[in-house]
Every structure is written in structure tokens, then in C-alpha cells.
């Protein structure tokens, strides 16, 4: 059978525990506080920005949103990410290159389909996520911004909101951006000891003279959905502060 490898639970974000479920990393819990790990991610520049945004005097936009109006704009930013989130989800689910093939049973299975299979270059499926990482980054960084030029509109407290949120995309993104590229290596470990496992399986089984139980190729189904399933965690988190700023928006 092709199992991923156990890890102890983990609390966090859920890319964080589909990740430690399926990779060979031990992921330690972290012991320092969120203020002591923000603490070394700010340069000195970031850390100047965010105090002012957060000690300076709180000014609201010329046209403050009141009333029915800003119930209104509230509403029509909640449908457009409910739609950016919906065209995103559907965009990975539906990807030809994480769909879980439609062949015949095992019993109907043409050899080839073994070579065929085993010989997959994971380059293809890298460049893949990759590439569905970019068209997330662009879409939630556009309407990131766009929640934020809303809430500059309403309240003075508000539209200090909006600032802060700016600071830490710009002193945080580049992290971000770094540490979510390093995914795809990590689900190349992945992608090699399925393909092993179910390459072993055959090799037990013809020696043994044995039909090999299960599909061949099931091996390459599994990696697909894995894989579609880390994308799916990794919209969830990038998804966050657009959820903290509708919240914002919402309930102004």
C-alpha cells in the first residue's frame, strides 16, 4: 500500500500540517512568541513604518462611507472575494495537472501504462505550482489592496488599518514569497518515494509470480491529489489577511 509518512500533530496553519504529513521534515513547534519572531523579520525601516501607521494621528479618506453606503461597498467587496476565492479553489481543482486519471481497473490496466507512470519527470508538475502560486499571489495581492482603499473610506481607526496592513505586506511579502517557493522541492522527496514504493511492489510481486494487487500507476494519483491538496492549504493561508481586512470592513 502507498502510505505518506506519519508526523506527530501539529497545531498551525493547515499547510503547515499537510506538509510535516507528507514530507520526511520533522517540524518542530516554534517556542518564541509571534512578537519575537515578527521582531527579526522587520528591518529597521518596516519597524519605523508600523510605528508611525500606529502612533500617528488616525485620518479617515475625503468621502467617509456611512450608513446604507457603506453597507453597500461592505456587501460588493464580500461577493468579490468570495469570487476571486472561488475562481482560485476552481482553478486548482480543475487543473489537468493535478487530476486523478481515468483509466481502467487494474484488471484492464495495459502494461505500458507502468513505463508510462514511472517515467513522469516532476519538472512538469514543479513548473506547475509554480506557475498556480503566481496567478494566486497577483489575484489576492490585487484585492488585498483593493479592501484596503475601501477601508480608507470609512472610519479613522479604519483607515490606520489599512495602513498597518500596507507595512506588513510590503515588509513581510518577500518572506513570504520565499518560503512558499521552497514547497514544490519539498513535494519532489514526495513524488520520488511513492513512485519507489509502488515500483518495489511490482518488483515483490513478479518475483513472487504474483499479479501486483491495486492499479499499477495508482502511485501518480496519489502525488496529483497530495499535491492539489497542499495548493488548496496554501490559498487557505494566503487567504488569511484578506479575511482579516472584509472582517474589518464588515463590521465598520
Known amino acids: 500500500m502507498l ?64 450608513g446604507g453606503d457603506a453597507r453597500v461597498s461592505g456587501e460588493l467587496e464580500e461577493r468579490e472575494c468570495t469570487r476571486v476565492r472561488a475562481s482560485l479553489t476552481n482553478a486548482i481543482v480543475g487543473d489537468s495537472t493535478f487530476a486523478v486519471s481515468r483509466r481502467r481497473g487494474a484488471a484492464q490496466a495495459p502494461a505500458q501504462d507502468v513505463t508510462v507512470d514511472t517515467t513522469v519527470d516532476y519538472a512538469v508538475f514543479r513548473q506547475r505550482y509554480l506557475s498556480v502560486q503566481q496567478t494566486m499571489e497577483t489575484a489576492i495581492g490585487n484585492l488585498r489592496g483593493r479592501l484596503r482603499t475601501t477601508l480608507a473610506t470609512r472610519t479613522p481607526a479604519a483607515a490606520r488599518l489599512a495602513v498597518v496592513d500596507a507595512v506588513m505586506e510590503r515588509a513581510l511579502s518577500p518572506r513570504e514569497h520565499n518560503l512558499l517557493a521552497t514547497v514544490p522541492g519539498l513535494l519532489a522527496g514526495h513524488f520520488e518515494r511513492l513512485r519507489e514504493a509502488e515500483r518495489a511492489t511490482l518488483a515483490a510481486a513478479e518475483a513472487a509470480g504474483a499479479a501486483a494487487g491495486g492499479r499499477s500507476g495508482a502511485w501518480l494519483d496519489v502525488f496529483r491529489k497530495d499535491m492539489q491538496s497542499v495548493l488548496l492549504a496554501e490559498l487557505d493561508l494566503r487567504f488569511q489577511p484578506v479575511e482579516g481586512l472584509l472582517a474589518a470592513l464588515l463590521t465598520r
Open 3 to 66: 502510505q505518506a509518512p506519519q508526523r506527530t500533530a501539529l497545531s498551525g496553519p493547515a499547510l503547515i500540517r499537510v506538509l510535516a504529513r507528507l514530507t520526511e521534515l520533522d517540524v518542530p513547534e516554534s517556542s518564541q512568541s509571534l512578537s519575537d519572531r515578527l521582531s527579526q523579520w522587520l528591518g529597521w525601516t518596516d519597524a519605523i513604518g508600523l510605528s508611525t501607521a500606529l502612533g500617528g494621528p488616525a485620518r479617515s479618506g475625503q468621502a467617509s462611507a456611512v
